[in-house]
């Protein structure tokens, strides 16, 4: 279970490094906004963007909504800061605070959440309280990272754990929920008249070094925070 504070922590330390170092994120984002240009873009006045980091969805968000009022939230102060500087005189609204606990008290056409759901406590209610603060006809879409995520280091830290001796023995990261496991949390509160759609794609990244791979982990924020 990610611990909150090292999460918010570790994004605003790295919060200027993040654009230069999150590739995969960023592909993430950008097919994430075409499942949010499924929504009724004349309707779509009132937009959340959860989890918005640095703002590279919420730009995406901007170019396709451009009359839109967005409400941008991030755990992190220092991602918080980041996007406030880009996005200065823009019709945007910032929140420092974490998605978790934060009360909801208006209605969203379009909420959004690229990247962040992997970092959350309680995703079942969550997804569900996101879910519940849509206007009619609204739209959520979210994005987040698979279980085969790491893949090689987990099974190198498994290699590793069997020659020791230790098999079974912790993890080195978090779990990541597969692409079934959400679509049946989902199936639990989305009404019946709702369109659920799904999709999934493998990006695939490649580093001269074990060195290289972690230090692209650590200079956006994302080291291990359990």
């Known amino acids: ?9 570790h994004f605003s330390a790295n919060a200027g490094n993040y654009d230069l170092y999150a590739h995969v994120q960023k592909k993430m984002a950008s097919r994430l906004a075409e499942f949010a240009a499924l929504a009724d873009r004349a309707n779509t006045a009132a937009i959340l963007d959860v989890g918005s980091g640095t703002g590279y969805l919420t730009e995406l968000l901007v170019s396709l909504f451009p009359t839109a009022r967005i409400k941008a939230v991030d755990i992190a102060p220092g991602m918080i800061e980041a996007a406030k500087r880009k996005f200065a005189g823009r019709n945007i609204r910032f929140r420092c605070a974490d998605v978790e606990e934060m009360s909801i008290t208006e209605d969203y056409d379009l909420i959004a959440s690229n990247a962040s759901l992997q970092w959350w406590n309680e995703t079942p209610r969550t997804l569900e309280r996101l879910y519940s603060a849509l206007a009619d006809r609204g739209t959520m879409c979210f994005s987040t990272f698979g279980p085969l995520t790491f893949s090689e ?9 069997r020659n020791l001796g230790l098999e079974g023995r912790g993890r080195p990261g978090q779990s990541f929920y597969s692409l079934e496991e959400l679509q049946r949390i989902c199936e639990l509160f989305v009404r019946p008249h709702d369109e659920m759609k799904c999709g999934e794609a493998f990006e695939y990244m490649y ?13 956006i924020g994302a080291s291990n925070s359990d």
């Open 153 to 161: 280091l987990h099974q190198s830290y498994n290699k590793a754990m």
């Open 1 to 9: 279970m990610p611990d909150k504070h090292l999460v918010r922590m």
């Open 207 to 219: 580093f001269g070094s074990v060195k290289e791979f972690f230090t692209s982990v650590r200079k």
